[in-house]
């Protein structure tokens, strides 16, 4: 898409064809069962927490797929949703790009972390990972509850590989 395109807004925003999956992401970090069964807490950190997860083991999945650029757009739409929410929160212009910044490096992180153990399979090491960067509720077993949300985390994972890269894009198909 040459430059000019993208000014005058004639070419078509190529994170469509990665926007129902990012909704999907967004359904799956929602799931009450993270909140309810997981003890993740059920506040804006345990939300922001889930997503990156979510988005972390998708990202994971797509990584060792022909999708590498998709990753790319899945992480402008995640910057694009934060954007929005920052701003809905009453964060000011200055102060909004600044945040991104820190969430993105927050994703980075993240998606480092779980990156090895979800390739690994090491259920023990993402356990760890989760329970360094998931804020748990009040009272909850934190080791307990990242055993928990690790082994979904894990299930998710060996889930996604089971569809092809279409499927993964149309995203409805993902449990």
């Known amino acids: 898409m040459s430059f000019l395109s993208r000014l005058l807004g004639t070419a078509p925003d190529p994170r469509e064809s990665v926007r129902p999956l990012w909704h999907r992401v967004i ?20 939300r922001f927490d889930m997503i990156t997860a979510v988005l972390s083991t998708v990202m994971v999945r797509i990584e060792t797929s022909e999708m590498r650029s998709e990753s790319a757009l899945l992480a402008e739409l995640f910057v694009e949703d934060m954007d929005g929410q920052l701003r809905e929160f009453g964060v000011n212009d200055v102060v909004v790009g600044k945040r991104i910044g820190k969430l993105m490096s927050v994703l980075g992180g993240r998606l480092g972390a779980y990156r090895s153990a979800l390739n ?5 090491k ?3 990972a989760v329970q360094r960067n998931v804020t748990f509720a009040d009272g909850a077993d934190e080791t307990a509850s990242a055993a928990q949300l690790a082994e979904r985390l894990m299930g998710l994972s060996q889930r996604l590989t089971r569809f092809s890269d279409d499927d993964m894009l149309k995203a409805g198909a993902i449990e």
């Open 27 to 46: 359904e799956l970090a929602r799931d009450p069962a993270y909140y309810t069964q997981c003890g993740v807490a059920d506040s804006i950190a345990g």
């Open 120 to 124: 690994a399979g090491d259920l023990e």
């Open 126 to 128: 993402l356990a760890s």
